[in-house]
């Protein structure tokens, strides 16, 4: 089905979140998302997904609250969290989520677990289940009448007396995040609930955590505050019995992070350790495996930086995900070393991975540039990857995906994907868009429901999606090309391979316009201050002034480990915001109140300074929004002011004020 024509048919495509397989490899879950009856929203449900292609996949629950973060129990049981009310109590509180799980014998959900702040993720190993849960400080037995009494007097402050203060989207406090444990059989509510974590502080905000398969111990991160508003990472234990708590892994200068995973022996922890950054120092995450008994860790997997990590059912071999050349292949490595082996010789990317207990499939979710997430089986011994249903639809495209690379000014090879229309040829050569990703430690090597080319290919563009300096995938040289060069390092990158596309037959070098976010957006306003080839050029959610950044962002910790203290001639140096006086592309800036990460101070300094300056520009404001823009009908608004705003300066056509405006 082709459905980039009409961006509002577009953003009701039903897409695959999450996949998980059942403990004896029998059942095969999936979270859908999918648009809301009311068109304004999205809600999730949870489907079967057969484990063979000949099956049909099969809807397992359906409610307006939706259902997500699903985890077996050891009995197969699905749990969920959900905020749909409990039927069994009168004054069910639906505004916040609690624990729910659907029986594997059959019959309706039922919550088993609630909390005043509401549930969060859930883990389980043998008869224990774990789960997250935001709870105020304080006297845990008086916690609902305090959130009721917080409630009805209209307070919504929050007394902060360490970093940080909000993360990404939303605000940090007063609750703390709490873990809880149950060793009791599940009957028709967790039994004995435990708090494993009384007053942790900030020690478990966005935390990563597994279970033993013993369900004896949890083992999370937990975030240490250390002087001068720096942050550590380390990993912990948890005993689920009598919460005794014992560090694991902890070193000046590393964070240990998830995703954390369990050998199903027991004796070992996989997690990510990474190298805090430097002005001169570039970030280096690596697989790192654990003794669990004495806490000696080893490097494992080369230069892989792994964005998922699986073990094997011997617990001999872990699999794990990691950019590589513009792909995100699956990998085996080994616990006792060697070299990866490549599982997946194909161009997808693969994430959502679930070893099957017989040792010889892993089941993912498979996706790439060209194809959305779909279902599929891996073989381990060389057996390739078999497509399974799917409850989610396949997409046509509306062009061609090709490869491509250029060799920049110091002789490293840079690569990227090429999306084009079908119809483009020297005879009627398509315009062209460079398309920058943001991170800038990452890489376009996936599908993207909220920043897609197709869109863009449909209406007649060919789209250049480049990795260049600072991508992920091309081991640390790559990294440490633009470390204290942003903006330079990475623009001469870009021209090359720019330059390269441009000069294919097919596209049409006079009719060209640049857009990206995040990184992407500082990239953007690089570029308008040091060339005026570009027609057009979009900025979304992008760092202007660094300084002004540095000291709003929800994590000026990381930021000042990257560029050091404020002051550096860094800030100065790479600051977009000094060339200012070069910039003469029109340009369309695009950013969202809510964004904590690149906070909305921005993109108003941004704007204000190309209003006085003379700049022909334009200013997409969400009030609600964050990082991202993703409310449906803020999705359809975005593109269509980017498409009319790339019309009117690289088409040429008559500016006209999108109809979502009107």
Same mark, same amino acid.
């Given at each position: ?16 979140? /999450? ?6 490899g029998?059942?095969l879950v999936?979270?859908?998302?999918a648009?809301n009856?009311?068109?304004? &929203? ?22 307006a ?23 069994t ?11 729910w799980?659907?029986?594997?014998r ?5 919550q ?10 859930t883990?389980?190993? @043998?008869? %224990?289940?774990?789960?997250?849960? /935001?709870?105020l400080?304080?006297d ?10 917080r ?19 939303h ?11 149950? %060793? ?12 494993l ?5 900030r ?19 937990w975030?240490?505050?250390?002087p ?15 919460g ?6 902890s070193?000046? @200068? ?6 954390v ?5 027991g004796?070992?922890v996989a997690c ?6 430097g002005p001169? =120092?570039?970030?280096?995450i690596?697989?790192?495996v ?16 792994p964005? @998922?990590?699986?073990?094997a059912p011997?617990?001999? &071999? ?23 082996v490549?599982l ?37 011994d060389?057996?390739g990857?078999e ?6 639809p ?5 062009g ?17 994907w090429?999306?084009?229309?079908a ?6 050569p ?14 376009w090597?996936?599908?993207s ?29 790559m990294?440490e090309?633009?470390?204290?060069d ?20 097919e596209?049409?070098e %006079? =009719? ?9 957006g500082?990239m ?9 080839r ?9 760092l202007?002034n ?6 709003? %962002? ?7 480990? /990257? ?11 790479l600051?977009?915001?000094? &060339?200012?006086a070069?910039? &003469? ?9 809510? /964004? ?6 921005e ?8 209003q ?8 997409l ?7 991202w ?5 803020n ?17 040429g ?10």
């Amino acid at each position: 089905m082709t459905l980039f024509k009409d961006i509002r048919e577009y953003i009701g495509v039903p897409r695959m979140l /999450d996949l998980k397989l059942s403990p004896d490899g029998a059942r095969l879950v999936a979270v859908v998302q999918a648009l809301n009856p009311d068109g304004k &929203s999205y809600g999730t449900s949870l489907w079967e997904v057969p484990l063979d292609a000949g099956g049909e996949t099969t809807r397992l629950t359906r409610s307006a609250a939706g259902e997500a973060a699903t985890e077996f129990t050891e009995a197969g049981d699905v749990l969920f969290v959900s905020r749909r009310p409990d039927p069994t109590e009168k004054d069910a509180d639906d505004e916040v989520p609690g624990l729910w799980l659907l029986p594997a014998r059959g019959g309706e959900a039922r919550q088993i677990a609630a909390r005043p702040g509401g549930v969060g993720g859930t883990r389980t190993g @043998g008869g %224990t289940v774990v789960f997250a849960a /935001d709870v105020l400080p304080g006297d845990e037995a008086g916690e609902a009448d305090r959130r009721k009494k917080r409630k009805e007097a209209g307070v919504s402050a929050v007394l902060h007396e360490s970093h940080p203060v909000r993360y990404w989207d939303h605000d940090l406090g007063p609750g703390q995040t709490r873990l809880f444990a149950s %060793t009791a059989p599940i009957g028709d509510r967790l039994a004995e609930v435990r708090d494993l974590t009384p007053e942790p502080g900030r020690a478990l905000d966005e935390l990563s955590f597994a279970v033993t398969p013993d369900g004896s111990t949890v083992v999370t991160t937990w975030t240490v505050a250390l002087p001068g508003g720096e942050l550590r990472t380390d990993l912990v234990t948890i005993d689920t019995g009598d919460g005794t708590r014992r560090v694991l892994a902890s070193a000046d @200068g590393y964070d240990f992070g998830g995703p954390v995973a369990v050998s199903p022996d027991g004796g070992h922890v996989a997690c990510c350790r990474e190298l805090h950054a430097g002005p001169d =120092r570039v970030p280096e995450i690596t697989l790192w495996v654990i003794d669990l008994a004495t806490g000696e860790g080893v490097a494992r997997g080369g230069e892989l930086s792994p964005g @998922g990590i699986r073990w094997a059912p011997d617990s001999q &071999s872990l699999y794990v995900v990691a950019d590589h050349l513009g792909r995100r292949p699956v990998f085996r490595v080994g616990v006792d070393g060697g070299d990866p082996v490549r599982l997946t010789p194909d161009d997808s990317s693969y994430l959502q991975l679930s070893p099957a207990p017989d040792g010889r499939s892993v089941y993912a979710l498979r996706s790439g540039v060209a194809e959305a997430h779909t279902p599929v089986r891996i073989s381990v011994d060389g057996g390739g990857v078999e497509e399974l249903p799917s409850p989610t639809p396949r997409l046509d495209l509306p062009g061609t995906l090709t490869e491509i690379s250029a060799v920049a000014d110091d002789g490293q090879e840079i690569r990227g994907w090429l999306a084009q229309p079908a119809g483009a040829s020297a005879d009627d050569p398509a315009p062209f868009l460079l398309w920058i990703h943001g991170g800038p430690m990452s890489s376009w090597n996936d599908w993207s429901w909220r920043w897609n080319p197709w869109i863009m290919v449909e209406r007649g563009y060919a789209v250049l999606l480049p990795d260049p300096c600072l991508s992920t995938g091309y081991g640390q040289k790559m990294l440490e090309r633009g470390w204290q060069d942003w903006g330079p390092r990475t623009h001469a990158d870009l021209t090359a391979i720019t330059d390269a596309a441009l000069a294919r037959p097919e596209i049409d070098e %006079t =009719r060209i316009g640049a857009m990206g976010g995040s990184f992407g957006g500082y990239m953007a306003n690089w570029i308008a201050g040091h060339t005026d080839r570009f027609k057009a050029i979009v900025t979304h959610a992008s760092l202007w002034n660094l300084d002004q950044f540095a000291g709003t %962002t929800d994590v000026p910790h990381y930021w000042q480990r /990257d560029f050091g203290p404020p002051g550096s001639d860094l800030y100065e140096r790479l600051s977009p915001h000094a &060339s200012l006086a070069e910039i &003469s592309t029109p340009m369309l800036v695009i950013h969202g109140d809510r /964004d904590y990460r690149v906070p909305i101070g921005e993109g108003l300094r941004l704007w204000w300074d190309l209003q006085r300056s003379g700049v022909e520009s334009k200013f997409l404001y969400f009030p609600d929004e964050n990082h991202w823009v993703l409310k449906p009908g803020n999705v359809v608004v975005w593109y269509e002011t980017v498409l009319a705003f790339l019309a009117q300066h690289v088409l040429g056509e008559d500016w006209r004020r999108p109809e979502s405006l009107s």
